[in-house]
């Protein structure tokens, strides 16, 4: 995927963690692709300016990957709208990244010199 | 990545664009509920987005298998520039199918005949003992022992896994209550069915439980006498029927493809020991096993060996005085020397791999071809190609685009080749010969053979496709990918790379001529072979002669003991017979004799005549008065045996001219004593005898292919016969049934007759095998002349139109119309000529390869090689003209004016 999106560092940290961010927005409820990106946003303080236009491909590989599933259904605004919510699979999936994440920032922490931070949410 | 999205990939595309459709107008709502016009709100929206058809395009290609996409995309490129040449693609196309069609067909013989000769279980194991009489090379016969020795040889074999036991001919009546059926019957072992492992397709085959004292008497039909003389009804299984006077139930039909224990059994009968011959003494059978899986030929052959000198110390009288046993693959023995039956010089085996090294060449030839157009189109292509690679297509896209172009003719020409082949299998096998090495063994050529499309000769179709895509397609695709490209594009290579060609198509055309020679040779000494055969002098005619061959005892085998078979009784029924049938309309005259002449006889006694000092192997024919003229024989001195001397067997003897000079020189023999060596006769045993010789005939041939050997003409009685000739008006065959119907009138149900033209007998005997090498080879040369002339041509013409432009130019400074003609030809001679020469010298070194075909002239007849030379000439000389007299009609303006 061709980088987009702020800064170089952000972009190349975002492709990894793209799908992480995605899984997390699920995990309190079904959304359709609208809501999980500007989920995405808000939820990092504007800090993580998804182009909206690599989240679906994003959205595809997740779902072939089975840690998503979609259906259609009725937006907020009477339309019809893909939604998607977590699988069993996906969950675990999270689990997973989500400690490793955890793992690579101590990592980088103790690199740079400081102190194990509090751990990101 | 998942399947079901591959397919639906479109549908999937769709939903996705309502999906961001969507999320646009959300989002452009969203925006608008922030302030925005309309307008503003939407481009916002879009942007924020990004590039939708992108995006679309990025999901799209994650649910596509790239190799597959782009392999789809070849392939249909591929079909639509073949289709817009279609001259190219017909001809291109019609000769490699030619090539894997004729190469098809000459696996499907090699394998079918070589491997797949029998329907039995494993029957790569099926093994024979056989003996040799070390005495006389060539005698060879299968080990026959008695049911009771059977056991003997089985306790003492260490390397069959199984032996069992069968008498391949006899003949038996069958009667069904309303009607008498004559057939050929073949007795087995109680075990020989599960043995062959070919599972009945009615009912059962013989069982081990048909073979216990008391139980009950059951036979076995064949598929053709099924068909053939019951209809293929199926409501005749069960049904009891009366055999040779005894009550047997049919149990069961066999399938076509089963043909063993008896070349021409028609039934299947087990052996017991109440069906013995009227001799009283124990049936002797032949021996069929099936080695251990990993036993060797040369360990059988010993075992074997010390085991039959035993079987011979118990039986010295069966068994030649010296000989040795071996054991030999089933294969082997069926296709071995003398596998023809016959023509001694002709081996159908050696014929078999001739035939699959000559369709490989044919194969290469028809490559050639293909290969040289291909090369031709990929230089026309070139344009096309460097704008494809200026416009981004990487050199190996581009390879692997004209491979699967290829490809695509390979395909076509697999599938047309196919049914090239499956033609050509049905003519092969009508023309197989159908022969075998004689009835006492179990089988022929032919019998179980099915020459067709079966599993491993279409897998060799795939992979001779395959091999001709890669020689065909590679090299050219390679060539044309590498040249520089820039040239391409702007039009003025033209002229100059074409010659980077040059020399690879003319090795071309050159190896195709030579390998044509080499073809055209071979089938030419082949074909004069057969001429030369088939017009031998054999000194008789027999022409219109019908031979009826007698076996006056019920379950009798073929050409066993002369005694037996003319006793006394045997001869006067013979007698009657031989009077009944003269007096037919359209019977000229008979003979009762002991041989199938043209074929026979075989070596006999030492001759020699008293006071000459040495002595020599004879053949002795055993004839009465019709025979001279019968057969015509021709008569140089004295006079032919007379009726009062056949009737009262005196010891008379007419001999033949090669025996007359070799113990007379010019002198007169009539009158004089020939003496005969530990003579056989009907009441003499082993002794020696004198004969008067009355007269003396021209030399007849007991074989096409051999001389003359020396023979001595002695009357039926004295030493036994059981074979009628009749000279007939009309077609012999057509008096089969006369003939039938009068011996059975004669004594009805002890004679059995078996009753062929003389010509029919020598056909299959001698010259079936070489005209099977002729129907084969000669078409395969007939195909490599025309993929010559098509090569020579579009070579030619593909050079010619290359060098427009040079002609042009000669042209205009003055050459003549006929000096560009002789150019031309010049050139294509050139080529011709070189491969013609090479063409010649690898046929010389290669024809010791065929010279077991080949008899009459020796392997390098020079007339042959002349007539195949001009031959060639001609017809590629004929190729280059079109080309040649399209340059001369280049106009100098036009082939200046592009460049």
Redesign the interface.
Known sequence: MPKRGAAALQGEILQGTLDVLILQTLVLGAAHGHTIAHAIEHRSEDVLQVEHGSLYPALHRLEDRGWIASFWGTSENNRKARYYRLTPAGRKQLRAQTSRWEELVRAINLVLGRAAGPTAE | ??WR?FFRRSKWDE??A???A??L???T?ENIARGMTREEARRTAHI?????T??RE??YE?NSIGWLETLWQDLRYGVRVLRKAPGFTTVAVLTLALGIGASTVGFSVFYNLLFNAFAAKNASRLAVPIVLDTSSPGDIRPLSCSVSDLDLVRQQNQVFENIVGYIPVGMVLLNDGSQTYQFYDGRVTSDAFEFYGVPALLGRGIAPQDGKTGAPPVFVMSYKTWKGSFNGDPKILGKTYTVDDEPRMLVGVMPPRFQAFGPLAQIWIPVTWTHAPSSGNEPEINLLGRLKPGATLQAASSNFDVIVKRLAALHPDDFPKHFAARVESADDLLMGPQAGGAASFSDMKDLVYDLLVTVMILLLIACSNVANLLLARATVRRKEIAVRAALGATRRRLVRQLLVESSVLAIASCVVGCVFAWFGMKIVATALPDVGRGASYWAYIGGEVSIGLNIPVLAFAILVTLFTTMICGLAPALHAVRADMQPQLSGSGRGMRAFGHGKLRAGLVIGEVALSIVLLVGAGLMIRTLFLLTHVDLGFNPKNVLLVLFMPSRGYDLGVDRAKATSAEGMATLREVADRLKTLPDVMDVAVEDTIPGYGPGDGPEVTVPGAGHAEKAGLLACDQGFLRTVELRLTQGRWLSRDEVQTARHVAVINQKLAHDFFGGGNPVGQELDVKKFKGVSISSQDTYFEIVGVVADIKSRPEKPAMPMAFVPVTVRGGFILLLKTRVAPASLVRTVQKQVWAVNRDEIFVFSKPLTDFLHELTYATPEFGVTTFAPLAGIAILLVIAGVFSVMAYTVSLQTHEIGIRMALGAQQSNILKMVLGRGLRLIVAGIVVGVVVSLGLTRFIASQIWGISATDPWTFAAVTILLTIVALMACYIPARRAMRVDPMEALRYE
């Open positions: 990545m998942s999205r939903e996705r309502r999906e961001l969507s999320y107008e959300t989002e709502e924020k987005l990004g590039n939708a992108r995006i990025e999901i994650m």
